[in-house]
C-alpha cells in the first residue's frame, strides 16, 4: 500500500444506508400488517377475516366431532377441539380489541356476539370431550350449525364492495 | 444390475420420496390446498423441476471433487459472498430445525392428546438418540422408507371419490379463487416455493454424498434418487393440497394447524388411515429435523474449515458435534416460548425462498468447471434448466419482501 494512502477502514455512508433500509422496510411492514383499522373499509374486511375465521374454526370442530368414532380417535378429537377453542379466543380477542369506526358498532355487536356464542360452544364441546360425555358433544355439534352458518354469511356481507 | 445394487437404487429412491416431505409441505400444501384447491400446483412442478436439477448437480460435484459443492464454490466467490450465504442459509436452517422438531411433537400430541410442549424435549432426546447410536446411513433409510407411509394421502384422494374433472380444471387454472387476491396468490406460490426446494436440501444431499464416498460410479444411483425420487415425493405434496381442497374448501375452512391436514385421511380411510398419517406426519418431520441439523452442521464445520460428518466418531469432529448439539438446544429453548411452529414454518419457508440465489448459483459455477469436473461438467440441459432456475429464483427472492407485506403475510 502506498504509504501516501491511507486507506480507511470506518463504514462509509454507502454501508449504512443498506441496514438502515431494511430495518426501514421491517418497521413498514410490520406496521402495515399488524395496525389496527382505522377506515370504514379496512374495519369491514378485518370483520369480514374475523367472522371466516371463526366460522372455520367452529365448522373444523364440527367435522371432526362428526367423524367420531369411526374415523377418528378420541385423543387426536381432544387435541383437534382444543386447538380450535383456543385459536377461536384469540381471534375474537383481537377483533374485540380494534376500536370500532364511527357508525360501524353494529358490526362490531354482531360479530362478538356470534364470536363469543362460537366460543362458548367449543369451550363445552372440549369439556365434553375430556367427560366423555358423548351424546353431549353431538348435541353441541348440531348447535354450532347455526353460528357457523351465520358467521359465514356475515363475513360475506360486511366485506366492504 | 446385481441385487445389492438393485437393493441400494431402490432403498435409495424410496428415501427420496419419503424424505421429501417436511412440515413446511404439510403446512405450506394444505394451506394451499384449502384456500385455493390445485391452484398452485404448477409451482410444485417448477419446485420438483429446480430441487431436482440442483440436487443432482451438488451430488455429482461431491462425487467428482469428495467436496460439497456450496464448500468449492464459496471458496471461489470470496469470503464476503461466503459470509452472506451462510447467514443466511444458517439462519433459515435453524429457524427450520425449531420447527421440524415441533412438527415431531405435534404428531405425539396427536396421537397422546398430551400437549405438544412437553413432547418437544422428549422429541429432542429422541433425536440426538438416534444421532448417537444409528450409523449414517441406516438413519436416513429409516426415516425415507417411514416417510413411505405419507403416501396413505395419495390412497385418501383415491377414497375420497374426486370428480377428477374438477381436480384436472383446478389444476390446470393458473388464478386464484374468487374473492382471493393475486397478492396473496402470489405470495402462497413463493410459501410454496420455500417449502419444497430449500437450501438445505441440497446441502445434506451434497455433504451427505460426501459422507457416503460417493464417486462418479455412483452417478447413476444420485440420478436415480433425484429422477424418481423427487418427483414422487412432488406426487406426494400435490397429494396433500388435493385432500385439502377436497375436504376443506367445500365447508370454508383454513388450515392452521397439523391436525387438520391429517383430517382428510381420517374421513377417507378411518382410524388405519388417520394412524398411518400420524406416522408418516412423524417420520417426515423427524428424517427433516435430522437434515436440517446436520445441514446447520455441515455449513459451519465446511465455512470455517473443521472436520465434520456423522460417519466420523463425536470426538474425531467434536465443534460438528457440538454444533448440532447447540442447534438442536437452541430449538428447544425457542419452541418452549410457545411461538407458533405453524407461524415459524411460513416465515422459514418464506426467507428460504429469499436465499434460493445464494444457494444456487455457486453450485451452478462450480459445476461448469471444466477444470474442476472434468467430463462431468454440466451438459447443455443441467445449464439450461439450471439458468432458468436460477433467474426464476431471483425473481422469487426479490418479490418475496414486497409480497409478505403486501399480501399481509397471506393474510389480504
Redesign the interface.
Known sequence: MHPGSRRSFAPTRATWVVPIAVVA?IL??LW??HAPPRSDAAYRTSAS?TA??L???L??AR??VQ?RP???????L???IE?SES?ANATLKRFAGYDPPAGQEAIRTRLTTLGEKATTLLAEMRIAVHREDWSKLEELRGEAEKPSLKL?ELGKQVLPQ | MNTKKLFSFTLGTLSAIGGFIDIGDLVADALVGARYGLRLAWVTGIAVVGIMCYAEMSGRVAARTERPALSLARGRMGPRFALVSLVGALLVTGLLVMAELSGIALAL?????VHYLLWVPVAALLVLAVVKFLPFEMMERLYGILGLTMLVFVWAVWKLHPDWGHLWQSATTLAPTTGESWTAYFFYAVVIIGAQMTPYEMFFFSSGAVEHRWSPKNLDEIRVNVMVGFPLGGLLAIAIQATSYL?FFP????V??I??T??PV??AL??VG??IA?VGIFAATFGATLETLFATGYDLAQYFGWSYGEVQKPERAARFTVTIVSVLLLAVALALTTISPITVTVYAVTFSAMVLPLSFLPVLLVANDREVMGDLVNGRLSNSVGVVILALSVVISVSV?PL???S??G?A
Open positions: 422496510v413498514v411492514g402495515y400488517g377475516d371466516g375465521f366460522h372455520s374454526q365448522e373444523t367435522v371432526w367423524e369411526e374415523q377418528v380417535f378420541d385423543s387426536s381432544a387435541v383437534a386447538e385459536d359465514e | 400430541q396427536l396421537a397422546t392428546s375436504v365447508r370454508g375452512i383454513e392452521e394447524h391436525s387438520q391429517a383430517l381420517a374421513i378411518g382410524k388417520l394412524a400420524i419482501l409478505l407485506i403486501l399481509k403475510a393474510g
